[in-house]
């Protein structure tokens, strides 16, 4: 959650327009692609070690907690440039309370279908962890590619039926699952999914 921010605080301050939808599509693909390379990981891990194994993965993380720790500490120059004013919280985002309100319930969807899949697969016979994780790799194999496309199709259709777009996808993903079963049409659910959930 700090890391998704971070980020989009820093692409929203540096770019505007179209460029900034596009690099906030690019962002969302490439770490689609990372957890898309983690499910499948995972999947082999739970199968042949245990359940606990993909657990181990988080470790990668202290290599990015070493880069950030000398990124913190600017040098020379840039320490002493960097010495502005505060900025202060402003009261626009008191406007924006609805916009903030909706969202909680759009990401609770968003994650609960990823969180909850498992169960449905293992209620339809799917009990492999490897075939599992086969089938929910293709919620983020999708956000990688509505993130590449992110950026072209807002220009495109704007904001409101980007969102329109968005929840109509999700909302779909949601409906194929509660009246199909099987491998490939909980792949088509999961691919949906990724494309809603991955642009929201």
């Known amino acids: 959650a700090w890391i998704a921010a971070s980020t989009f605080a820093l692409i929203g301050s540096r770019f505007g327009g ?10 969302g693909s490439f770490v689609a ?9 995972s999947g082999l891990l739970a199968e042949n070690i245990g359940w606990r194994a993909p ?9 990015w907690l070493a880069l950030s720790l000398v990124a913190i500490f600017p040098k020379g120059s840039e320490a002493r440039a960097s010495t502005g004013a505060r900025p202060r919280p402003s009261r626009a985002l008191l406007g924006l309370w609805r916009t903030y309100l909706m969202i909680v319930p759009l990401y609770v969807a968003a994650y609960m279908f990823f969180l909850q899949l498992s169960f449905v697969l293992k209620g339809d016979g799917i009990t492999s962890p490897i075939e599992q994780s086969r089938i929910m790799a293709t919620i983020t194999a999708m956000n990688f590619v509505g993130g590449l496309f992110y950026g072209r199709i807002l220009e495109r259709i704007g904001t409101r039926w980007m969102f329109v777009l968005i929840l109509g996808t999700m909302a779909l993903s949601h409906v194929v699952v509660a ?10 659910a999961c691919g949906l999914s990724g494309l809603g959930g991955g642009s929201l």
């Open 179 to 188: 009246l199909t079963s099987g491998v490939v049409m909980m792949a088509v």
């Open 33 to 41: 692609l990372a957890g898309f390379v983690t499910t499948l990981v």
């Open 55 to 63: 657990f181990g993965l988080y470790l990668v993380a202290f290599a």
């Open 18 to 27: 179209p460029t900034r939808g596009r690099l906030l599509g690019y962002q």
